[in-house]
C-alpha cells in the first residue's frame, strides 16, 4: 500500500491504494467522483480521460500512485449549475449531449485542446476528440461545441 | 506489489537491477498498465519512470537527433526539429489518438516490440540507435536489432533505454510513412512503411525502407533498398510493383492475403511521400525539383 | 396552429447534468454506499458443451465470499427471454455459446468476487461449436443444441399478389446474394444491475439501465419467484441502448437480483467491456438471395427472396426475418413478391433488437439491386426510385395502404438529396491515379411503432399546485431526447413553457406502462398519450378559470404558462391560479393518458396493417476508394428524412447524425468474426466503430409530411437513419470502381479481394486517368 498525495479539482488529497490501483476506480469509489465514467477498461474509449497537470489521461490505465505529486481535475472540477465553462456550455447549446456517457471524457479534452489551440480550425477541433468513441451522435454537434466554445473564448478575450 | 518512483536515473537502475524480472517499468502506462490489469504481467514492483530528468530532453547534437527514454509523443510532435522529420510526423499523426500521444513514449513503442509497432518502423527507417543503461554501465543497439520476436526485444530486465538517436535527414534527404489500418484513427496497422532515401539528379541513390505487422517483427527491407538505388521515381514504382518485398513474410491470418495484395501498393505510397519530401526540401533549398 | 414549444430546437433539459457529471447512470448510484455485495459470472469458453462437474468449493472457501451459486440454487424458473422464456440464469447442463452463464459469485469487493470465479472448476464436455448459418441448415447439418429436432427457429412467408406471373412477364430479371454480419450495439456505458430488497414490500428493487422497466419486471418475476407487483424496476439515464439493452438487461437482472433474493444483501453487478462484447445480444447476420424483375421501363414488377438470418444461442427476438420479409420491396409498389425468412440457431450469441430491426438487412439487398436495376437500363437513380415510389392510395408488398394524411414523403426526399448533392454536375475525379471517387444513393421507409397487436402506452401526467407539471413516462432516455421531447408536447398541450415540466422517468412504481423503448415508437405513441392525459388536465382547468374569470370555456386559450381569454384579454389568470382554484373546488388535476394505434393485423401471407404510418428516407454518400489500400472514405453523407413533424429539431438532427454514423459504420468496418461460434473479437480495439475521423460532415433535410395520426404530425426517427448508408456505400463502390461487392462491411479487406477477383488490381497507375 502506499499513500498517494495530489490535488484533485483544487483541493489537497491523500489516499492509501495499492500499487496496482487504477486512477478512475479512486476518483470514482474512493473519491465519489462518478462524473468520470468507465466505459472500458482498456484505454480505448477515452470515457474516463481527466486532465493531469493540464493534459489529457486516460485514469481507466494509469495507476493512481502516478498521480503522486500532480494536479488532477475531473468533470466535477470544471464548473457546476451556474458556472458553467465555455465548453460546458457550448455542448449544451449546440445539442452535442445524448445519452451523456461520452460527454465528461469529450469535454476534458475539448477543454486541454483549446487550451493549447485557442483558434482550431474545424478539422483541428475534429481531430482533437478522435480518439474518444460516441455511439450516439455521430461526433458532429460535438465539433459544433468545440468551434463554439472557441468562439465565445475568443470573443471573451478581446 | 510495489510501487517505486526514482527520482534520478541511478536509483531507477537500482532498482531494476535489484528486482529484474520482476520490476514493471512504467513510462506513460498506455501499454505497461493494460498489461497489468489485463493480468499479463505480476511484478513485485512498479519502477515509473516518466519524470526522470535524465530522460526528458530533445535536441539535436553533431547532426544526430536525440531524444530521451520518456520524451512523449506529443513533445516530438512540438519539437521544431523533428517536426522537419516529414516521416515521422506522419507516422505519429495515425499513432493512437492525441490523448494516447500526450502519454506514450517512443522508447515504450520500442520496448514493447509489437509486430505493429508504428512508431518503430519509423525510427527503423530513420536508421535510429538505442542507448541501453543499467547499473554500471550502458550499450547501443541498431533498430531493427532489438526487435527479437513478437513482444519479445533483446532489452535485459534490469536495462532502461535512456535514449534514441538517429541521423539528421540531410538537405536532399526525404523521408514518409504509410499506415494501412481499417479505421483512420485509433487502429493497429495491417501493413506499416517507413522509407528515408536520398534523391540527387532526379534518382535515388540510396536509402532505408522499413516494414511493420508484415513479419514477426519490425524488420528493414533489404530487398526493396536495393531495388530503388539508382532508380528514377517511376523505376521505382515498377521495381517495387514487380514483386512483394522478401521480408514481408506473412503468417495464416485473415489478413494474409489483403497483405499480400496490397504491401507493395504501401511501399509504392510511402517511397513517394519520402521522395516528395525529399523534393521539396531540395527546392526550398533552391536545387532542381524532378518528380 | 402556431406552436410555441413543438417544433423549437430547445437545449434538453438533462444536457446540464449531464456536462456537470452530475448525471448519475446504473453504476453511479454505487459510490458512497456500504455493504454492496459484488457479483461476477462464470462464462462458458465453449460455444457448445455438455457440463459434468461443477466444484464451487475452492470459491466458497475463500475469505470474503458471501455466496456461490449454480442453476440448482435458484428460487424461481430457469429461463427468461423476451420471446421465449429459453436463456437460463445459469445453464445447468448444456451451453450453447461460449456467454452462458455457469455459475454466479456475490464478494465483498470486485477483486475477490473475481478470485472466486477463478477458482470454481467446471468440468466440460466440448462439442464443436458451429457458428456458419449455412452450415447449420445444409445436409448433414450439426444439431446446435443436443437433441434439437431443427435448427430453424421461425419461419415466415410473404406472399403478395402473384411473384411467378411477374417474373414471367419480365423484360429484366435480376439476382445477386447479399450477406450482412454479425453486428454490436456497442452502446458505451456496460450492462448493470444494482438490487436489492424492497424494504416496504419484502420484493426486489432493480435499478437497471434498459429499455423498458414493465417488460423487465414481468419478463423476470418467474424468475425470482415473486409477483410481479413486488418488483420494483428503475430505469436511470441509459449510456446508449439502441435495441441491445432490451434484453441484455436480463442478463444482469437475473444473476443480480436472484444473488440479492439469497443473501438478502444488496449487490452490484456490471460487466466487463469484454463480457458486453462476448455475452450479450447482437444484431442478426444474414443472407438474402434476391431477385428482382422489372420491365423495359424501369417499372417494378416483382420481387422474390430467400433470407435466412443468424439467431444464435437462444429465441430472443425473432422477428428479424419477418421484418426482412416485410420490406421485401422497399418503399416500391410491386405486383407480385414472395419472400421467405427462415432465422437459424447457432453456437453463437443469441440475436435481438438493433437500431433498424431487420430493415438494414434488407435495404442493403433491395437498394443495392435498385442500383444494378437503374444502370441496367440506363436510368436516373433517383428517377427509377420516383417512378416506383408508393403513392398515396396503393398498397404495399406487405399489404398495408399507404395514406397521404400520415405522410408520404419519399419524392420530396429524392429531391432534396438530389439538389444537396448537385447530382446533375459529373463528379470530379482527383488527379492521383490510385484514388477514385463515386457516388451513390438508397432509400427507404419504416414504420413508427412494433405491429404487435394492441399496441398502445400509458403515461401519468400530475399538474403541480404551482404550475409546474410531472409527466410519468416509462419510456426510458437513452439518450435520444425523450425527456425533452415529452416536455416540449405536455408544455404545447397545457400551454406551459417546456421549463416548467419534468419527467419521473422509467420507474415501474410511477410510470404506467408506454411500451418499448424502441422501433422509433416513443414520440408517436408516449407523445400521443402525454397529449390524451395534458388534455384532460386542460379541459379541467378551462372549466375552472371559465367559472372563476366569468368567460366562456371556449373562449380561453391556454399559453406561456397562462390562461387567457381571446375575447377580453383583462379575462386572464395562471396556470398555477387555475391549479390552484382546481384545488380547493375539488377538481383533479392528475390524469392517465393513453394511446393505441390502430390495432394491427397481418395474416400468414404477412398481408395487412402492421404499422401506423411511416418515415420515408433517402441517403446519399459521395467517397473516395482507394485502389491501393483498398480504403473506402465517404467525403461527403447527404441525408433526407420525412419525419412528420420534427418536435425538436435539434434533436431529430441528432438522431440522423448518430443514426447515419452507425450506418456508416455497418457500411464500412463493423463486424464480429468468430472461430466455431465463440466471437474473437471482443473489445473497442477490435470491433470497430467509426471515430470522428471516420466520418464526413453529415447534411441533413428534414422532411416534415404530417402524421394526421401522430402528436402535431410527428413520426419516428430514432432508426431510418441508419438504413440507407450501407447500401449507398456499395453503390458509390461500384460507380466509382465498376466492381459491386454484395457483403459489407465494405472493409479495406473486402475491397481487395473484390477488385483482384474483378482484374482490376495493378491499375492504380494507369496514369491515363480513364475510369477504371
Redesign the interface.
Known amino acids: 500500500m ?1 499513500i498517494v498525495r495530489f490535488t484533485l479539482n483544487g483541493a489537497p488529497v491523500s489516499c492509501e491504494v ?3 490501483a ?1 486512477l478512475v476506480d479512486t476518483i ?2 474512493a473519491f ?16 474516463c ?1 481527466v486532465l493531469i497537470d493540464g ?4 485514469s ?4 493512481t ?2 498521480a ?1 505529486g500532480r494536479d488532477v481535475v ?3 472540477g ?4 451556474g458556472r ?1 465553462t465555455a465548453v ?2 457550448a ?3 449546440a ?1 452535442a ?8 471524457g469529450m ?1 476534458m ?1 475539448a477543454t486541454a ?1 483549446l487550451n493549447r489551440n485557442p483558434h482550431p480550425t474545424r478539422e483541428q477541433a ?18 459544433d461545441a468545440v468551434m463554439l466554445a472557441a468562439a465565445r473564448l475568443g470573443e471573451e478575450g478581446r | ?3 517505486y ?1 526514482p527520482s534520478t536515473l541511478q536509483e531507477a537502475l537500482k532498482l531494476l537491477n535489484k528486482y529484474g524480472e520482476n520490476a514493471l517499468v ?1 513510462n506513460g ?2 501499454d505497461a ?2 498489461d ?3 493480468g499479463r504481467v505480476r511484478p513485485e514492483a ?1 519502477v ?1 519512470i ?1 519524470d526522470l530528468p535524465e530522460l526528458q530532453s530533445i535536441g539535436c547534437e553533431d547532426r544526430r537527433v536525440f531524444l530521451g527514454g520518456a520524451v512523449t509523443y ?1 513533445r516530438m510532435e512540438a519539437d521544431p526539429v523533428l517536426s522537419g522529420v516529414r516521416g515521422l510526423m506522419e507516422c505519429l499523426r495515425r499513432l ?5 500521444r ?2 506514450g513514449t517512443a522508447a515504450g513503442n520500442i520496448a514493447k516490440g509489437a509486430t505493429a509497432a508504428d512508431c518503430s518502423t519509423m525510427l527503423t527507417a530513420l536508421r535510429a540507435e538505442i542507448v541501453l543503461a543499467r547499473e554500471g554501465g550502458q550499450r547501443r543497439m541498431a533498430l531493427p536489432d532489438v526487435f527479437a520476436g513478437p513482444f519479445r526485444t533483446a532489452i535485459e530486465p534490469q536495462e532502461l533505454i535512456t535514449r534514441i538517436e538517429f541521423p539528421l535527414p540531410e538537405e536532399n534527404e526525404g523521408t514518409g510513412f504509410v499506415k494501412y489500418s481499417r479505421r ?3 487502429d493497429i496497422g495491417k501493413i506499416l512503411v517507413g522509407a528515408r532515401i536520398c534523391v540527387q539528379g532526379g534518382v535515388c541513390t540510396g536509402g532505408t525502407v522499413s516494414l511493420g505487422a508484415v513479419n514477426r517483427t519490425v524488420v528493414r527491407s533489404l530487398d526493396i533498398e536495393g531495388r530503388i538505388a539508382g532508380k528514377t521515381l517511376e523505376e521505382i514504382r515498377e521495381a517495387v510493383r514487380a514483386a512483394r518485398p522478401a521480408e514481408a513474410v506473412l503468417r495464416d491470418s485473415y489478413f494474409r492475403h489483403y497483405k499480400e495484395l496490397a504491401v507493395s501498393g504501401a511501399v509504392c505510397e510511402a517511397l513517394e511521400a519520402a521522395w516528395k519530401d525529399a523534393v521539396q526540401k531540395g527546392a526550398v533549398q533552391g536545387k532542381e525539383a524532378v518528380l | 396552429m402556431e406552436l410555441h414549444e413543438v417544433g423549437k ?1 430547445q ?2 433539459q ?12 446504473t ?2 448510484y ?3 454506499r456500504t455493504g454492496v455485495l459484488i457479483a461476477k459470472a462464470l462464462y462458458s469458453p465453449y460455444s457448445h458443451a455438455v457440463i459434468k462437474n461443477i466444484d464451487i468449493s475452492a470459491a466458497e472457501a475463500l475469505p470474503g465470499v458471501v455466496r456461490v451459486i449454480t442453476a440448482k440454487d435458484l428460487p424461481g424458473r430457469n429461463g427468461y427471454g423476451l420471446m421465449k422464456f429459453d436463456k437460463p440464469v445459469l445453464a445447468e447442463r448444456e451451453v450453447l455459446y461460449a456467454g452462458d452463464a455457469v455459475a454466479a459469485v456475490a464478494a465483498v469487493d470486485e477483486e475477490t468476487a473475481k478470485k472466486a470465479v477463478s477458482l470454481i472448476k467446471v468440468d466440460y464436455k466440448a462439442i464443436p461449436g458451429c457458428g456458419d448459418m449455412d452450415l447449420l441448415t445444409g445436409e448433414g447439418a450439426p444439431a446446435y443444441r443436443e437433441g434439437a429436432p431443427s435448427n430453424i427457429s421461425s419461419v415466415y412467408t410473404l406472399v403478395h399478389g402473384d411473384a411467378d406471373a411477374a417474373f414471367a412477364e419480365a423484360d429484366v430479371v435480376l439476382e445477386g446474394t447479399f450477406a450482412t454480419p454479425t453486428v454490436d ?6 450492462d448493470v444491475c444494482l438490487s436489492e430488497i424492497d424494504p416496504m414490500t419484502g420484493g426486489l428493487v432493480l435499478i437497471c439501465p434498459h429499455h423498458s422497466v414493465h417488460l423487465s419486471r414481468r419478463t423476470m418475476a418467474g424468475v425470482f419467484g415473486l409477483p410481479e407487483s413486488r418488483i420494483r424496476v428503475i430505469s436511470p ?4 441502448g ?1 435495441g441491445g439493452k432490451e434484453d441484455s438487461c436480463f442478463d444482469v437482472e437475473g444473476i443480480c437480483g436472484v444473488l440479492t433474493l439469497l443473501t438478502r444483501r444488496p449487490v452490484f453487478f456490471e460487466l ?2 469484454d463480457e458486453v462484447f462476448r455475452e450479450t445480444c447482437k444484431r442478426h447476420a444474414s443472407k438474402t438471395k434476391y431477385r428482382l424483375a422489372a420491365d423495359r421501363d424501369g417499372n417494378l414488377l416483382g420481387v422474390q427472396a430467400d433470407i435466412l438470418v443468424d439467431k444464435g444461442s437462444y429465441v430472443g427476438i425473432d422477428i428479424i426475418n419477418l421484418r426482412m420479409v416485410t420490406y421485401c420491396a422497399g418503399p416500391y409498389r410491386v405486383k407480385g413478391a414472395r419472400a421467405v425468412g427462415r432465422s437459424v440457431f447457432t453456437n453463437k450469441p443469441y440475436t435481438s433488437a438493433m437500431r433498424g430491426f431487420g430493415v438494414p438487412q434488407i435495404a442493403f439487398a433491395v437498394e443495392s439491386m435498385m442500383d444494378e436495376l437503374a444502370r441496367k437500363l440506363g436510368k436516373d437513380p433517383f428517377e427509377i426510385r420516383l417512378q416506383n415510389a408508393l403513392r398515396d392510395g396503393e398498397e404495399s408488398a406487405f399489404g398495408a395502404r399507404m395514406h397521404a394524411e400520415r405522410g408520404l414523403g419519399l419524392p420530396e426526399c429524392l429531391a432534396a438529396v438530389r439538389e444537396k448533392m448537385r447530382w446533375d454536375e459529373p463528379l470530379a475525379q482527383p488527379g492521383e491515379p490510385h484514388l477514385r471517387r463515386g457516388r451513390g444513393i438508397a432509400a427507404y421507409m419504416y414504420g413508427t411503432g412494433g405491429g404487435s397487436r394492441g399496441e398502445g402506452a400509458m403515461v401519468g401526467a400530475q399538474l403541480q399546485p404551482d404550475g409546474s407539471l410531472n409527466l410519468e413516462v416509462s419510456i426510458n ?5 425523450v425527456i425533452q421531447v415529452m416536455s416540449q408536447i405536455g408544455a404545447e398541450t397545457l400551454g406551459l413553457t417546456s421549463d416548467r415540466v419534468s419527467l419521473t422517468l422509467s420507474d415501474s412504481a410511477s410510470s404506467p406502462d408506454a411500451g418499448f423503448t424502441t422501433a422509433s415508437r416513443g414520440t408517436t405513441f408516449a407523445g400521443n398519450a402525454v397529449i390524451d392525459a395534458c388534455t384532460q388536465i386542460r379541459e379541467n382547468l378551462r372549466g375552472v378559470a371559465a367559472r372563476h374569470l366569468e368567460e366562456e370555456p371556449e373562449a380561453l386559450a391556454f399559453c406561456e404558462n397562462e390562461v387567457v381569454s381571446r375575447t377580453d384579454p383583462e379575462k386572464k389568470c395562471t396556470v398555477a391560479q387555475a391549479a390552484g382554484w382546481a384545488r380547493s373546488d375539488g377538481v383533479c388535476t392528475a390524469a392517465t393518458g393513453s394511446w393505441y394505434a390502430p390495432m394491427s393485423t397481418m395474416n400468414r401471407d404477412i398481408q395487412g396493417e402492421q404499422m401506423h404510418a411511416f418515415a420515408f428516407g433517402v441517403a446519399g454518400v459521395e467517397i473516395t476508394a482507394d485502389l491501393r489500400s483498398g480504403a473506402i472514405r465517404v467525403d461527403r453523407a447527404v441525408q433526407a428524412i420525412d419525419v412528420g413533424k420534427a418536435v425538436n429539431p ?2 431529430v ?2 438522431q440522423m ?6 450506418g456508416i459504420g455497418y457500411g464500412l468496418m463493423e463486424e464480429h468474426f468468430d472461430r466455431g461460434g465463440v466471437l474473437t473479437n471482443t ?3 477490435e470491433y470497430l ?5 471516420d ?1 464526413p ?2 447534411e441533413n433535410v428534414i422532411v416534415e409530411k404530417a402524421n394526421a395520426l401522430g402528436p402535431y404530425g410527428a413520426k419516428g426517427v430514432g432508426e431510418p437513419p441508419l438504413i440507407g448508408f450501407a447500401p449507398a456505400i456499395a453503390n458509390a463502390f461500384f460507380d466509382a470502381t465498376g466492381v459491386r461487392i454484395r457483403q459489407i462491411p465494405l472493409t479495406p479487406v473486402r475491397v481487395m479481394e473484390a477488385l483482384e477477383a474483378a482484374g482490376k488490381l495493378g491499375q492504380e497507375e494507369k496514369k491515363s486517368g480513364t475510369p477504371v
Open positions: 502506499s495499492p500499487a496496482d487504477l470514482r469509489s465519489g467522483l462518478t462524473g468520470t465514467k468507465k466505459g472500458c477498461g482498456t484505454g480505448d474509449c477515452g470515457a480521460t493534459v489529457p489521461v486516460r481507466c490505465i494509469y495507476l500512485c502516478m503522486d475531473t468533470i466535477e470544471l464548473g457546476g449549475p458553467l460546458q456550455q455542448f449544451m447549446d445539442g449531449v445524448q445519452c451523456g456517457y461520452c460527454i465528461p469535454i479534452v485542446f475534429r481531430e482533437s476528440v478522435s480518439g474518444n468513441l460516441c455511439r450516439c451522435t455521430g461526433y458532429q454537434k460535438i465539433v | 506489489m510495489e510501487f518512483k512504467v502506462g498506455t498498465v493494460l497489468l490489469t489485463e512498479i515509473y516518466a506529443s493512437g489518438s492525441p490523448t494516447i500526450e502519454s483512420r484513427m485509433q | 430546437r437545449i434538453r438533462d444536457a446540464l447534468a449531464k456536462v456537470t457529471g452530475e448525471a448519475k447512470f453504476a453511479d454505487l459510490a458512497g450495439h456497442a452502446y458505451l456505458e456496460p439515464f441509459v449510456g446508449g439502441f466487463t467491456r432516455e437513452l439518450g435520444q431526447g435539434l434533436q438532427e441528432g447524425e448518430g443514426g447515419g454514423a452507425m473489445s473497442y480495439h466503430i467509426p471515430t470522428a475521423m466520418l460532415e453529415f
